[in-house]
C-alpha cells in the first residue's frame, strides 16, 4: 500500500459511518490558534475527532530552546491517538481546511510512530468537502478506546547539531517549504531573524497544489522534486520550513510522486535561530 495517499470527498462520503474509519480535523490558523476549534464546533465531517495542532500534535515550546512547533511526546500523542479510536489496523483521513497544511503534519506523525498504511489526506480538504455540496455535522463523535501504540523512527529526522555539520554536502538536498519572499528574508511575519538555512532551495509548498487547490499528480509532483534533487539521492534529503508543518506538505507530495520518505529537521527555522552561531542566508 502506498505511503501516502488521497482520497475525495464523494469516496470519503461513501466511507463514513464505515467499521475501523477514523477521521482527524486537523484544522488551525497560525494567526488565530482558536480557529480549528472554533470551526470544529460550528461543523465538521461526520464522526470526525478534533487533533489541535499546537495541543496534540505539538509539544511545549522552550523559549531559545525549541521551535514554534516542537514534536510532541510520542507517549502522549499514542495515547491520544488511541482516545480518538485509533486502532493498528485503522483507516485513518485527515482534512483541514483546504491545503492540507495541518493534515499533512499529522500524516507524519502517524507515520512517525509507524502507523503507515490506510492514511488518507482528504484531498482539497473542507473546500472541496463544500465544493461537492457534502453536508457537516454538529454531533459528537463517538467514543472509543483503540489500541495503537506507536514507536517514533528516529531515522525519519534530522537535528541541528547534524545539520549543521552537514551543510555544503555534495550530496545533501535541503528544501524550505515556506513561500519565496519569506525564503529570500525580505520578509519575516512569524520569527525574530528573516532569510534561510545556507545551502536550502526554496520549495514552498503551495506549489504541490494546482489553481483548485488539491495536489498536483504524481507525476507533476515527481518532475518538480527532480529538480530540486538535481540528481542527488532521495535519501539524503531533508525538509525543514518555519516550525516543522509545512514542510511534512513537501514529504506528503515527495511520498505521493513515489520517493521514499525523507527526512524532517522538525526545529525548522524558528529553532536554527536560536542560536547565533548558525549560518543565515538571505536571497536566493
Not at 52 to 73: A, I, M, N, Q
Amino acid at each position: 500500500m502506498p505511503l501516502a495517499q488521497l482520497i475525495t470527498p464523494p469516496q470519503l462520503a461513501e466511507r463514513l459511518g464505515s467499521p475501523g474509519l477514523v477521521i482527524l480535523d486537523c484544522r488551525f490558523a497560525l494567526d488565530d490558534a482558536d480557529h480549528g476549534q472554533r470551526s470544529f464546533a460550528e461543523g465538521h465531517l461526520e464522526g470526525a475527532h478534533f487533533a489541535d495542532l499546537e495541543r496534540d500534535l505539538s509539544g511545549p515550546v522552550v523559549k531559545g530552546l525549541t521551535g514554534r512547533h516542537p514534536l510532541p511526546d510520542p507517549q502522549r500523542l499514542s495515547e491520544r491517538l488511541r482516545t480518538w479510536g485509533v486502532d493498528h489496523d485503522s483507516q485513518v483521513v485527515l482534512y483541514d481546511d483546504g491545503p492540507g497544511l495541518y493534515a499533512a503534519r499529522a500524516w507524519w506523525l502517524l507515520a512517525w510512530l509507524g502507523k503507515r498504511d490506510g492514511v488518507f489526506v482528504l484531498d482539497g480538504g473542507l473546500k472541496a468537502w463544500h465544493a461537492a455540496h457534502l453536508p457537516l455535522s454538529l454531533d459528537p463523535p463517538s467514543q472509543r478506546e483503540g489500541n495503537f501504540s506507536g514507536r517514533p523512527d528516529p531515522a525519519l529526522l534530522v537535528d541541528a547539531e547534524h545539520l549543521a555539520k552537514r551543510l555544503g554536502a555534495a550530496d545533501l538536498t535541503l528544501i524550505d517549504a515556506r513561500a519565496l519572499p519569506r525564503f529570500r528574508g525580505e520578509v519575516e511575519p512569524l520569527d525574530p531573524v528573516a532569510g534561510h538555512i545556507p545551502g536550502a532551495r526554496c520549495a514552498a509548498f503551495t506549489d504541490n497544489l494546482g489553481p483548485d487547490g488539491r495536489f498536483l499528480t504524481p507525476a507533476q509532483l515527481r518532475q518538480r522534486f527532480e529538480a530540486a534533487l538535481a540528481g542527488r539521492a532521495p535519501e539524503q534529503l531533508v525538509a525543514y520550513c518555519g516550525s516543522g508543518v509545512s514542510a511534512c506538505h513537501n514529504l506528503f507530495a515527495m511520498a505521493l510522486a513515489g520517493y521514499p520518505l525523507g527526512r524532517l529537521y522538525a526545529g525548522s527555522w524558528s529553532e536554527w535561530i536560536n542560536d547565533a552561531s548558525r549560518g543565515v542566508a538571505t536571497g536566493d
